[in-house]
């Protein structure tokens, strides 16, 4: 084998002269100088060779220029020619609209040549070129977390299965002739395979963190390029083969389980990219589409759909069993995540996309969406497909209105009959604009599973663009479901989804925008990228035409472009964070501290609740003079009427907090914002530590100097941080490294009411449960429990998925005549519970103030959480479900003692000891009586129910009215 280079870099172009030098550079311009180019020209028609000629010349020895005698038509042909002439130990493979990171051969040659793998692969990183706010995506970089060596395939499945690229790998040119490892020719998908090919015959294979390749992306592009032209069922069926092929290989080699992830893989993103394009097709594609797909599919193992969205195991399964009358609204969910498009069917307490099909096991199985939550999610929270039945020109000429009809879906007869119903139709432009155009509907009615509506709009006559920045306009419905005409009630709105042969023989419409019809002079109905009915200002007539080039040129000129620029960069600037943190310092800091100005805040402005709830409370009674504004993240419904509320991270909360003379908060104000020396800071935390804190956790430990400093300064911030215990001072004040000044021995404000109603329920006996338990529909007579366990996090930090660890089917059954089990999950999770457990089993996730579910609980099942240190307060039965004890606090948290010695109640560890606690509740109360008394006497020894009291007395007496 004649060896001159140490890597060479095969190029392939064809028509993209414009690109192409910038790639060749990105390869000649490499850190690693024994670097060879080929230029492979799949004989273009514009002058790519001619360019690729001009390298060589320029480069001699370093630079070679190939040519096809015709097109190929794929990437196969041009990258194996390359790979015949490459002279190089190694080849990677290049294309000419892509560029190599700087230190890619490098990295890779080091890679192969230390650990001695046939193949090399990198980080791969899909550049958005036309994107305005410079978006890059890794290409699954999980599997580039760190660097490993693989000695088969087999020990990493996710590579087969999800990184197919060629590009992004560096191949010893021996091991590709050894294994005789070229690509298909006359077959698009070539990479898929080829990459399989590799992955199983190379004898080992690393993998390294380093970015080496960037994938140009280009959002807005003309031409479509080979694996975006899904609207050819050609290219499904060159889909297909090659997969076959790939499993052929699989089998061949005995490696199953790799065809069963490959299997996964096809249903979550192959088959997935050409159900999302059906709703766009034609009856003749879908037929088509379907005699392809539905053979392939059928072999799959049922378990395959387990291990897919939902939503995608759906829509595989309706094309399996050919119900295009389903899958085309399901398809419109695969486009539209959030969108609910099925009016669902609830069988045997469970929820099931549709009623069709539960006889066959595996229908009854994949089409089961329970965990989903559409049946308890609130009404104002779903986004309903509302389908477009009618588009009609009432006029001629597009003068006259137009009639828009169409029914929306009306899951599990959720919007009822005996509630009142209005809407109407809302225009607004896509681009920022105050303007919205509103026209009631002419009718709205139940239909059975949908709710079908018309309008009539007149358009030409009532919208009022401006005409040159808000040329595309889209479409909402609003609808009010219940209440009055002022809008008490529930509000949904909805796209209107819509089909092409949906506007066939639709017309444009007139349109006078406000700055004249020379901005544009009328208005075409079109469907975007998501499928959804929109309208779009466009240029017909002489005059109209003539000013939208002027327009264009004026747009077009390189001043204009780079003004553009400008200002997209400053609206991004001034939305950052950074430069939000740098005004704060430098500008905000400087404006007059406002006396009696207090910012109040809970668990980083979600809720309304807590310590900051009370303290807030407490001075509104006292009569005490201040200016109250409350930090509020996504909705701010809930929050009190008698203060000004700011959204977190907005201009006027910086603002607020660089003036205000107290923060109040739980958990901490954004780090990086400094306190002033006039403002106070109280802490009031949100409960005492069990699981290890702040600098006693093993990640900050981990910290890097910088960030450990940083994180000291955000805690130097505290003037006073409330504790209930001296467990808080020799956990929390030691594990936040806090001032010995700091500590404030008044107990927990959000306590004082727990605290009153144990006495209340001392002096009187039998409590009584108030508005609370009616309210929440619990029957008289049933013990009330609540389970309230923390989140988990994965090893990365992130907080899991939340899942109830037992049955609570189960629960109901055995318990539902004695109990009703309250959920409440931590508020970073979500709970969905199956219909079979109404009555019995409640979700309170959503209420933010978990006092009064404390106070109306007869009992409590918790693990981890601090609310045992609240909860103990009231003297009633804990029990603990500490499942994964050992995984959460020996490996991942760590405590500061150990819960099965010191807990104040059974701690059990499976579902059956749970229960059996459960049963046990009553007969095991007096056993833990001493235990209960004595652990809050350890750990809410300041808790004496006038917490907020002394600490308004302590910071805020002098702001009292006389």
């Not at 890779?108 to 990183?125: H, I, N, Q, R």
């Not at 929390?732 to 209340?760: E, H, I, K, S």
Request: net charge positive; with cysteine; glycine share 8%.
């Amino acid at each position: 084998m004649d060896v001159t280079a140490d890597v060479s870099v095969v190029v392939i172009v064809h028509d993209d002269e414009e690109r192409l030098p910038a790639a060749v550079w990105s390869a000649l311009g490499q850190t690693l100088r024994s670097v060879e180019v080929l230029i492979v020209d799949d004989c273009s028609t514009d002058g790519s060779y001619r360019i690729a000629r001009e390298f060589a010349a320029a480069h001699p020895g370093r630079v070679r220029a190939f040519r096809l005698p015709e097109n190929s038509g794929g990437c196969g042909a041009p990258r194996n020619l390359g790979v015949d002439h490459a002279r190089g130990a190694y080849v990677m493979f290049l294309d000419s609209d892509d560029v190599l990171e700087r230190n890619a051969c490098r990295n890779m040659l080091e890679a192969a040549e230390s650990t001695g793998a046939d193949l090399v692969s990198g980080l791969c990183v899909r550049v958005h070129v036309d994107s305005r706010s410079g978006k890059q995506v890794k290409w699954h970089p999980w599997l580039y977390d760190r660097t490993r060596t693989l000695e088969s395939i087999a020990e990493l499945p996710g590579l087969l299965v999800f990184d197919t690229l060629a590009t992004n790998k560096c191949y010893r040119r021996d091991f590709l002739d050894r294994a005789d490892l070229r690509f298909p020719v006359g077959i698009h998908y070539e990479d898929l395979l080829f990459s399989a090919r590799a992955y199983v015959a190379a004898r080992r294979i690393t993998l390294i963190p380093n970015r080496v390749y960037d994938w140009h992306v280009v959002d807005g592009a003309g031409a479509r390029s080979i694996s975006n032209r899904r609207h050819e069922i050609a290219n499904f069926a060159h889909r297909l083969e090659i997969h076959r092929r790939v499993d052929a290989l699989l089998a061949e080699h005995g490696l199953t389980d790799l065809e069963f992830h490959k299997d996964v893989k096809f249903l979550k993103h192959d088959l997935v990219l050409h159900l999302r394009d059906l709703p766009a097709t034609d009856e003749a594609y879908r037929r088509a589409f379907a005699e392809l797909a539905r053979p392939y599919i059928a072999g799959f193992a049922p378990e395959v759909y387990r291990e897919v969205r939902p939503v995608q195991a759906v829509c595989a399964y309706l094309l399996l069993v050919d119900d295009w009358d389903r899958l085309i609204p399901a398809a419109d969910t695969l486009t539209n995540p959030d969108k609910l498009s099925s009016p669902l069917a609830e069988r045997d307490d469970r929820v099931y996309w549709c009623a069709e099909h539960l006889d066959d096991p595996l229908g009854r199985d994949v089409l089961d969406v329970t965990a989903l939550g559409y049946h308890t999610t609130p009404l104002g929270q779903l986004f309903l497909r509302n389908e477009l039945t009618e588009y009609s020109d009432l006029g001629a000429g597009g003068r006259g209105p137009v009639r828009l009809a169409g029914r929306i879906v009306n899951p599990l007869g959720r919007i009822r009959a005996d509630r009142p119903l209005r809407g109407r139709l809302e225009f607004s432009a896509r681009r920022r604009s105050p303007q919205t155009f509103r026209f009631p509907l002419v009718s709205l009615r139940h239909a059975g599973e949908t709710l079908e509506w018309t309008a009539e709009v007149d358009l030409a006559r009532r919208l009022r663009p401006l005409g040159v920045l808000d040329a595309v306009w889209d479409v909402r419905l609003v609808l009010e479901v219940g209440g009055d005409a002022g809008g008490a009630g529930e509000r949904l709105r909805t796209r209107l989804s819509a089909q092409a042969q949906d506007l066939v023989g639709a017309g444009e419409l007139r349109v006078r925008p406000r700055l004249t019809r020379l901005a544009a002079d009328r208005l075409e109905p079109r469907i975007s990228r998501r499928g959804h009915l929109s309208f779009r200002l466009v240029s017909r007539g002489p005059a109209a035409r003539r000013s939208e080039q002027v327009i264009r040129r004026a747009i077009a000129t390189g001043p204009a472009d780079t003004a553009k620029r400008k200002v997209r960069s400053v609206r991004r600037r001034l939305r950052s964070g950074d430069t939000k943190i740098r005004a704060y310092r430098r500008l905000l800091v400087r404006l007059p501290v406002r006396r009696g100005l207090v910012v109040f805040e809970s668990h980083l402005g979600r809720q309304y609740s807590d310590s900051p709830r009370a303290i807030y409370e407490e001075m509104r009674r006292q009569g005490v003079r201040f200016r109250a504004v409350w930090s509020y993240a996504g909705d701010p419904a809930g929050f009190p009427k008698d203060a000004v509320l700011v959204r977190r991270w907005s201009w006027p909360y910086l603002r607020y907090l660089a003036q205000a003379e107290f923060w109040i908060d739980n958990q901490g104000f954004p780090l990086r914002l400094d306190k002033r020396p006039e403002t106070t800071y109280i802490q009031t935390w949100h409960g005492s530590a069990l699981k290890r804190m702040g600098f006693d956790e093993p990640g900050h430990k981990a910290m890097w100097r910088p960030d450990r400093e940083a994180y000291q300064r955000a805690l130097d911030r505290f003037d006073a941080f409330l504790v209930r215990s001296e467990h808080d001072v020799r956990t929390l004040v030691r594990a936040y490294r806090l001032r010995p000044d700091v500590p404030l021995r008044t107990g927990c404000p959000r306590n004082d009411a727990l605290v009153a109603a144990r006495a209340a329920e001392a002096g009187t006996g039998p409590r009584a449960r108030g508005p609370l338990a009616a309210e929440l529909g619990i029957p008289e007579g049933r013990t009330v429990l609540l389970y309230a366990p923390t989140f988990r996090a994965t090893e990365g930090g992130q907080v899991r998925t939340f899942e109830i660890p037992f049955d609570v089917e189960q629960f109901a059954l055995r318990f539902g005549d004695r109990f009703v089990l309250l959920i409440r999950a931590h508020y970073l999770n979500q709970v969905v519970l199956p219909p079979s457990v109404r009555g019995t089993v409640l979700d309170v996730t959503g209420r933010h103030d978990i006092t009064p579910l404390l106070t109306l609980a007869d009992g409590l099942i918790t693990d981890y959480s601090s609310v045992m240190f609240d909860y103990a307060l009231l003297d009633r039965p804990m029990i603990f479900y500490a499942y994964d004890h050992e995984e959460y606090a020996v490996h991942a948290r760590g405590t500061y003692f150990d819960l099965r010695e010191e807990a104040p109640g059974p701690v059990t560890g499976t579902q059956e000891e749970l229960f059996a606690a459960v049963a046990r509740l009553e007969a095991d109360d007096a056993e833990y009586a001493a235990s209960r008394a004595d652990f809050v006497a350890r750990y809410g020894e300041y808790d004496q129910g006038d917490a907020a009291r002394r600490v308004v007395s302590t910071f805020f007496a002098r702001g009292r009215r006389g």
